[in-house]
């Protein structure tokens, strides 16, 4: 890419952040929830527009979707949480050193992200019992049970633990698939955010692209009702594997 034309997006980028910030501080203590909802779903939305990034919203659940579940999905990239939160704002559930990150951090802490720390029981169960509630509310909740991003063209195990909240809370689960093609419907893995990659360089990556497409493909919601939570997990897995065409014994 040309070096002035990159610059230029990275500016509009900072900008565009600087923006959410000044929106968070300055109007979300001002207006309800609702409100606050639309202005999510359109930052984000411009930030993947920012980014060139196209999203397909993709409704592969046969009538089978939920009004009101816990949102899952496979884990690519930083992208995601603007990927669903474009299709529709959600709380999610997040690791806790997320919350010291520059900026990021404070914003997501804004949107309403629920930070867990991994090892401190009391924490874990007080704010696992705060899903439930949260669940049993009818807000919308998300996570990435892979707990980790993974490269593209496969799909990492799925941690089972967090499910319990939908079983305890009686709401089923809605999975998503998410997949980014490049102009020829081929894998981006410019976008992958994975190993020992700065923000920094994955922002260089993502921006040095055009044309790209994320895909958010709705699968069929599945039922928690008298379930495990590992055999929930496991049905949720399978249902991401199946929905991005990636061959289980490539994905374990």
């Given amino acids: 890419m040309n070096n002035l034309r990159f610059y230029w ?3 509009r980028v900072i900008l565009h952040v600087l923006i959410g910030v000044m929106t968070c501080a300055l109007i979300f203590p001002w207006v309800g929830a609702q409100n606050q909802e639309f202005l999510i779903r359109r930052w984000s939305s411009q930030l993947l527009g920012l980014c060139k990034i196209k999203l397909h919203f993709i409704d592969k659940s046969h009538g089978k979707s939920a009004a009101h579940a816990l949102i899952i999905a496979n884990h690519v990239s930083w992208l995601d949480i603007f990927v669903i939160n474009a299709w529709r704002p959600c709380h999610f559930v997040a690791k806790a050193d997320i919350r010291s990150w520059p900026i990021a951090g404070w914003l997501s802490a804004q949107a309403g992200t629920i930070f867990l720390a991994r090892g401190k029981q009391r924490e874990v169960r007080r704010i696992y019992e705060g899903l439930v509630d949260q669940l049993q ?3 919308r909740i998300a996570f990435f049970p892979e707990g980790t991003t993974g490269s593209q063209g496969a799909v990492l195990p799925f941690h089972a633990n967090l499910f319990e909240a939908a079983i305890e809370a009686q709401v089923p689960i809605q999975a998503f698939a998410i997949r980014y093609l490049d102009p020829q419907g081929e894998l981006e893995h410019a976008v992958d955010f ?3 990659m700065s923000f920094a360089e994955s922002m260089r990556l993502i921006l040095d692209k055009n044309g790209t497409v994320v895909e958010l493909i ?3 919601s599945i039922s928690t009702e008298g379930a495990h939570r590992r055999e929930v997990a496991d049905q949720a897995r399978e249902a991401v594997v ?3 065409n990636v061959h289980t014994s490539a994905a374990l």
Avoid: V
Wanted: positive net charge.
């Fill in 9 to 11: 997006r990275q500016l």
């Fill in 137 to 139: 509310a009818k807000k």
């Fill in 194 to 196: 994975i190993g020992e």
């Fill in 218 to 220: 709705q699968l069929p």
């Fill in 242 to 244: 199946q929905g991005l």
